[in-house]
């Protein structure tokens, strides 16, 4: 591989979920579920308040592994994610990936590897977890 990555190298970055996160991401996706919208609807079916978009914190997930772990020119293939707890506006969220094997090439000659996903809240609790398949040039 070109791109000197290793198992057990990690990365994590965090982020603090706005309002405005989640109207852009209702606006980009055409997903206005009231359970990410409506604090009322939320309130009257025993949510609490509003879940935050699971694919919004997944986004973030995109980041890591584009401009980070791998980094730039690194492709995301495949993903298993558990979606554990729900995040609320205003929670910050850590995203931490860590890198478990290697596969030197597959069928189209491209560099695999593989990260464990963790995702927390500013509790420090589980929100979300799994792994993906990443190619590295």
Not at 1 to 10: A, C, H, L, R, Y
Not at 84 to 102: A, C, E, L, N, Y
Not at 119 to 131: A, C, D, E, P
Request: overall charge neutral.
């Amino acid at each position: 591989m070109s791109v000197m990555i290793k198992t057990g190298d990690t990365f994590s970055l965090e982020k603090t979920i706005s309002p405005e996160m989640v109207k852009d991401f209702a606006d980009f996706s055409g997903d206005y579920n009231p359970v990410h919208m409506d604090e009322m609807y939320c309130l009257e079916h025993g949510l609490g308040s509003r879940v935050v978009h699971g694919m919004l914190i997944l986004s973030f997930l995109s980041t890591l592994i584009g401009m980070h772990l791998p980094g730039p020119g690194a492709l995301w293939l495949s993903q298993s994610i558990d979606f554990i707890s729900p995040v609320r506006i205003g929670d910050r969220i850590k995203i931490t990936g860590k890198v478990t094997d290697q596969v030197q090439t597959n069928a189209l000659g491209l560099n695999i590897i593989v990260m464990k996903i963790e995702i927390t809240n500013q509790l420090g609790q589980k929100v979300s977890r799994g792994t993906v398949k990443v190619s590295v040039k």
